[in-house]
């Protein structure tokens, strides 16, 4: 870049221009994540507020929902944290003990692939959620980029669960993460960011549990072998 060029750029006010050689500055910073390594890793600092955010794993219950349980827990009480087509009943009893609040968690389960993406847009749109977390085994680019936009206007965070395979598919998603399992937490690939690439995957521990083996507490906190029931546990379950 010539010398006019990085004066003019350096003359522009401050967050005008995003130059991809470093992190962006959103004009709101993000959402703390709970762990520090992360955040210093993600533009503004945090997760996105409005956008949405791509978790890629090869199978569920590799301690995804541990990742998030930091958020969850802080998000604002009066606005539901909507869950959408998860693969296995949320684990009550391991939410509630990481101090997500049950009584606003709303569980929906869709019949269809066109019934999850429409739940999913009408959950962000309906300005009432403080997240949406949602699992979609597949999406055209046209569908995530009306998520996306969804996203963006209500300013509310998606979280999109797919799986690995779907990192070569293009995605107008602003946050894209590659998860993979290790015996005490979760290795991150930063596959897509607002700035330059990461040269190595993040490691990052999950919260434990008191005991003997010490095993990760949320690592199958959608798997348990006999979860609580939604309405048993005070979580709002609908279908369709």
Do not use: C
């Not at 999850?116 to 995530?144: E, F, K, N």
């Amino acid at each position: 870049m010539s010398a006019l060029a990085q004066a003019t750029l350096a003359a522009l006010p401050p967050g005008l221009v995003w130059q991809a050689d470093r992190l962006a500055q959103p004009a709101e910073a993000g959402i703390a994540t709970g762990f520090a390594a992360l955040d210093a890793q993600l533009p503004g600092g945090g997760w996105p507020r409005n956008a949405l955010i791509e978790l890629l794993s090869d199978s569920p219950g590799i301690g995804e929902i541990g990742l998030l349980l930091p958020v969850l827990r802080t998000l604002p009480a009066e606005r539901w944290i909507v869950w959408i087509t998860p693969p296995h009943l949320p684990y009550a009893p391991a939410l509630a003990a990481a101090g997500v609040p049950l009584e606003r968690l709303l569980l929906l389960e869709a019949a269809s692939h066109a019934e999850t993406l429409w739940a999913t847009r009408q959950a962000l749109i309906s300005g009432g959620s403080s997240a949406v977390l949602a699992w979609l085994a597949r999406a055209d680019t046209a569908a995530l980029r009306r998520l996306q936009l969804a996203a963006e206007s209500s300013a509310t965070p998606l979280f999109l669960f797919r799986p690995a395979s779907a990192a070569r598919q293009p995605s107008p998603a602003s946050l894209r993460l590659r998860l993979s399992a290790r015996d005490d937490g979760l290795v991150l690939d930063i596959l897509k960011r607002r700035g330059p690439g990461l040269a190595a995957p993040l490691r990052l521990p999950l919260p434990q549990r008191p005991g003997p083996r010490r095993a990760p507490v949320f690592n199958d906190a959608l798997v348990r072998p006999d979860p609580v029931r939604p309405a048993a546990a005070g979580i709002h379950a609908r279908r369709g």
